[in-house]
């Protein structure tokens, strides 16, 4: 199912998740005027596993070139679809949640969304040597947090049934509780076959997990923004 719009009006204009975006398709033109020297480029801006876990026998490895790509992994994607596909999700269900939240709130809860649902795609894909980019991890902590806080909002998706599509409106614990799914039976299917089909299957599910843990966390905390 593919989820077109929410019915869940935010009460002030979501400008970080604007922001987000924005920033996201500038560097993807970036990313486009780099020509062949894109995969060195992914590779260095990208989470690697490998580089990670081995960082030790590294010679030239830093901190910095290390750790730097947790955060900078998540502003990077491997081509149009994928952008697209990431924003529009950020689009339908990040202005709930950063309403919720505040703005700088949000932003902490995005990145740390984004960096711990990396270190959980590097802990199940330790031997792997393909760059990690894009921010589904991030935003899939989005989707847990809009889960578990607004349930019951309804969500208008395009389905498919059988040979034809439907619109069709659902409820949002219905329409992304079945999106964790597909990413949980994919991830595990990833392990038994030790093929990963390209997709961070485990860095959305951490995101996930970890966006309905922050978004309680963050909501009781005193601090607004």
């Known amino acids: 199912m593919i989820p077109i719009r929410d019915r869940n009006p935010s009460g002030t204009f979501p400008f970080v998740t604007v922001g987000i975006i924005l920033i996201n398709v500038l560097v993807f033109f970036i990313e486009l005027s780099l020509g062949p020297q894109l995969d060195s480029f992914l590779f260095q801006f990208g989470v690697v596993p490998v580089k990670v876990v081995y960082s030790a026998d590294i010679p030239d490895s830093t901190f910095v070139n290390t750790y730097f790509p947790f955060l900078s992994y998540m502003f990077l994607h491997g081509g149009f679809i994928h952008l697209i596909g990431n924003m529009w999700y950020l689009w339908i269900f990040g202005d709930n949640i950063e309403d919720r939240l505040g703005r700088v709130k949000f932003v902490l809860f995005y990145l740390l969304c984004g960096i711990g649902s990396a270190l959980v795609h590097v802990y199940f894909n330790s031997q792997s040597g393909v760059p990690c980019v894009g921010a589904s991890g991030?935003?899939?902590?989005?989707?847990?947090?809009?889960?578990?806080?607004?349930?019951?909002?309804?969500?208008?998706?395009?389905?498919?049934?059988?040979?034809?599509?439907?619109?069709?409106?659902?409820?949002?614990?219905v329409v992304l509780g079945f999106w964790f799914l597909l990413q949980f039976f994919s991830g595990t299917a990833a392990i038994s076959s030790a093929q990963g089909g390209g997709v961070a299957w485990w860095a959305h599910i951490g995101g996930f997990v970890l966006g309905i843990i922050f978004i309680k966390i963050f909501s009781k905390s005193p601090f607004t923004g």
Do not use: D, K, N
């Not at 899939?140 to 019951?152: E, I, K, S």
């Open 138 to 173: 991030a935003i899939a902590g989005v989707l847990g947090a809009y889960m578990v806080t607004f349930p019951r909002a309804r969500v208008l998706v395009l389905l498919p049934l059988f040979i034809i599509w439907e619109f069709i409106e659902l409820p949002a614990i």
